[in-house]
Nanobody
């Protein structure tokens, strides 16, 4: 089992920045697990934001965050991060951390999920 706990959400003005963290516990975090961030806005489906493989140079971003968001992981701290810059009101959503064995998936095919953290971007 893997437990994931997100933090770092909040209210920020458009153009601002936030850094989300996802702390993992349970099964070895630094093993062959991919980590990802998803988000879900009210009335919309959950969508892939960014993912990082156990090889940390293996990274994938959704087109709508390229150049603004950066995902990273610190295996020693069992933590994955999402640095969000140049935030827009349309980035408002609950952000979820997810984990799965093997490679990054851009679908919701992850076995482990956190409870989510709210990000609200005001205009």
């Amino acid at each position: 089992q893997v437990q994931l706990v997100e933090s770092g959400g909040g209210l920020v003005q458009a153009g601002g920045s936030l850094r989300l963290s996802c702390a993992a516990s349970g099964r070895t975090f630094s093993g062959l697990y991919a980590m990802a961030w998803f988000r879900q806005a009210p009335g919309k489906e959950r969508e892939f934001v960014a993912g990082i493989g156990w090889i940390r140079t293996n990274i994938n971003y959704a087109d709508f965050v390229k150049g603004r968001f950066a995902v990273s992981r610190d295996n020693a701290k069992n933590t994955v991060y999402l640095q969000m810059n140049s935030l827009k009101p349309e980035d408002t959503a609950v952000y979820y951390c997810a984990s799965r064995p093997g490679s990054i998936a851009t679908t919701s095919d992850y076995g482990y999920w956190g409870q989510g953290t709210q990000v609200t971007v005001s205009s």
